[in-house]
């Protein structure tokens, strides 16, 4: 059993991280380096030292926290950071929370940039209700220039997670002239609907209130255009979406 991890913060209430009220970990570490990033302390990986031992976590220890916040709860949702860079503290947190009776009836979802390989979430799966991916881009060079990295394991997740009915939702972040070319949405509709034409798309709009600074800055998408994005995107499949 891994007795630790390292937490970032949580949240005790979240309507915004899964379905219903949550109690939310955010892990700390990443994998990505996004250009849109709101929460850039979460980044490093801390391999030793002080900053390792400030955001050690035991998984009784965060079970206490949902303990207190259990009777208004719809669930747990382990974010990041990235979650699945601790996989074992994830397996074991969930593991604990559904052999305690008084939080058996909570859901245990993550939230994830997807950027793991299949032996990763075979660690999680047997103990996790739902999952939530963010797809930065489909593309996988504009991708690269949003993450840092290849989007070829975030792909194959999806793509996993559905067939083995744990894909909650996909997440589309909009960057207005970055990934939002119609073109480019269109592909990434048809290759969604491939998957499941009825899966659950959450259009998301870059926000540059809290985000890193960019040089040059990154441009928030008019409301009008996410629903643009989201009306292209019925028109290939009758996709669960909502716009936020």
Known sequence: MTETGSVASTIPFSNVDGPGNRFVVFLQGCNFDCVACHNPQTIPVFQ???ERERYRRSVADLLADIHRAAPFLSGVTVSGGE????????????TAVKADPALAHLTCFIDSNGASDSATWNIVAP???????DLKCLDDRIHREMTGQSNDQVLAAIERLQTVN????????????VNDENTLLRRTGEWLAAVDPQMRVK??????????PHDPELVEPAPERLHAVADLLHTIAPFDICVV
């Open 48 to 50: 030793g030292g002080h």
């Open 83 to 94: 979650a699945m860079l601790q996989p074992e503290f994830v397996r074991d947190l969930f």
């Open 127 to 133: 103990v996790t209700d739902g999952t939530m991916i």
């Open 166 to 177: 744990l894909l909650y939702e996909v997440r589309l972040l909009i960057l207005a002239g």
């Open 203 to 212: 259009v998301i709009g870059f926000r540059a209130h809290g985000a890193r």
